[in-house]
């Protein structure tokens, strides 16, 4: 019984996560509609995991064992689209991405044919122990095939998570002149994110190294996998969750020409920009709205994000993610010094934060201090202010 809740929880985690993900799906950006589709292919992995370990492998055998492979090896290329819609694409095209599902189609095709070529028999024995019958050309398929599936495993491990952190490193400055919310400038998420899926892979393929005849036999290889695979997939789901594109503008261009310069306008129309920019931050306080970006402050000032970004550069030596929250955190002292009873809950949403956590990443980002003792210096200070 334990062996067969074990087989399911990374069933139902993955479930879970594809009802959160898919949620109001209108108000849902590309990546984060498309991760609530990824989330299907470990359900469809974990499901064959029970057919074959729990006792049902009557069905596991021919048409799950080839699902099985398929699945196995989309996961990863798929994972690889996902980052490409966090920082380059704008929308998921097989026109696009389809060749990266190319070489996994082959191996599993491969895999596939040699299963429904071999007589049932030997394959029924070869499932689970493939050392019988060596002198079979069907077996010796069988074997090449499988071989190929894990080895295009590994390098998908290898050549995805290492070019999704390349992804990653390259755009990671991008957020920070979208967002005001400093969780949602900073790229964390992206990082362990892609460390997640890493720390789930190596189990996964020393599992399947040890070969499925083990798996079954030795109880304690599903008592220690499964469990590691549940908490990661839902560490995996949340921060699917929570991550934001991590350049959500697309600017994929490297042509410098393409990219507008403050030479192109006037220094009084900078000033100018400085102005409207000073209007809406202190008199307007559109600070407050936890959800704005620079797209927003664009509308509002009449200018493009392009130009705000440059101007908030040239003029304070920050990105637009650190201009904003120098404001939140003014704003900060100014309440809590009037309202010294307040919650962190409520001075986060009082000084325009996304949460309390954001509100203690940006204290210390703006002051070096912990959030008790950011507090303890404004209670030191004027009340006036």
């Given at each position: 019984m334990l062996r067969v809740i074990?087989?399911?929880?990374?069933?139902?985690?993955c479930l879970f996560w594809v009802i959160i993900l898919a949620d109001n799906p209108k108000s849902h950006s590309v990546p984060r509609a498309f991760f609530a589709k990824f989330m299907y292919l470990p359900v469809i992995i974990y499901f064959t995991h029970l057919l074959l370990y729990a006792p049902f492998p009557h069905i596991y055998y021919y048409f799950f064992d080839i699902v099985s492979a398929y699945t196995s090896l989309f996961v990863f290329p798929a994972y690889y689209v996902y980052f490409r819609l966090l920082t380059v694409d704008?929308?998921?095209?097989?026109?696009?991405?389809?060749?990266?599902?190319?070489?996994?189609?082959i191996i599993a095709t491969i895999y596939s044919i040699a299963i429904l070529i071999a007589p049932e028999t030997e394959y029924k024995i070869w499932v689970f122990d493939n050392k019988a019958n060596p002198s079979s050309a069907y077996v010796k398929f069988l074997s090449i095939g499988r071989t190929l599936v894990r080895l295009t495993y590994l390098i998908q491990v290898i050549v995805v998570l290492t070019s999704n952190f390349l992804l990653i490193k390259k755009y990671k400055n991008r957020a920070e002149q979208f967002y005001s919310d400093i969780l949602d400038g900073k790229y964390n998420y992206a990082k362990r994110l892609n460390l997640s899926f890493l720390w789930m892979s190596l189990?996964?393929?020393?599992?399947?190294?040890?070969?499925?005849f083990l798996i079954k036999q030795n109880e304690y290889s599903i008592y220690i996998g499964w469990p590691i695979f549940t908490v990661m997939l839902f560490i995996i789901g949340y921060l699917g969750y929570k991550l934001k594109p991590?350049?959500?503008?697309?600017e994929v261009s490297t042509n410098e020409e393409d990219t507008p310069q403050l030479s192109e306008i006037t220094s009084a129309a900078q000033q100018q920009i400085?102005?409207?920019?000073?209007?809406?931050?202190?008199?307007n306080k559109v600070f407050l709205d936890?959800?704005?970006?620079?797209?927003?402050v664009a509308k509002a000032i009449g200018t493009n994000r392009t130009y705000i970004s440059l101007i908030?550069?040239?003029?304070?030596?920050?990105?637009?993610?650190?201009?904003?929250?120098?404001?939140?955190?003014?704003e900060m002292k100014r309440v809590y010094a009037q309202n010294p009873q307040y919650t962190n809950e409520s001075l986060a949403q009082?000084?325009?934060?996304?949460s309390v956590n954001s509100m203690k990443r940006t204290v210390e980002a703006k002051t070096g201090m912990s959030i008790s003792d950011f507090k303890m210096s404004i209670s030191g200070t004027d009340k006036s202010i």
């Open positions: 074990l087989l399911t929880a990374p069933i139902f985690i704008a929308e998921f095209s097989w026109k696009i991405h389809g060749k990266f599902f190319i070489p996994a189609l189990p996964a393929f020393i599992l399947t190294a040890l070969g499925r991590i350049n959500p503008t697309f400085l102005n409207k920019l000073e209007v809406e931050f202190k008199q936890n959800q704005l970006n620079i797209i927003d908030i550069k040239q003029a304070f030596n920050q990105n637009f993610c650190s201009y904003v929250n120098g404001f939140r955190v003014d009082s000084c325009g934060f996304g």
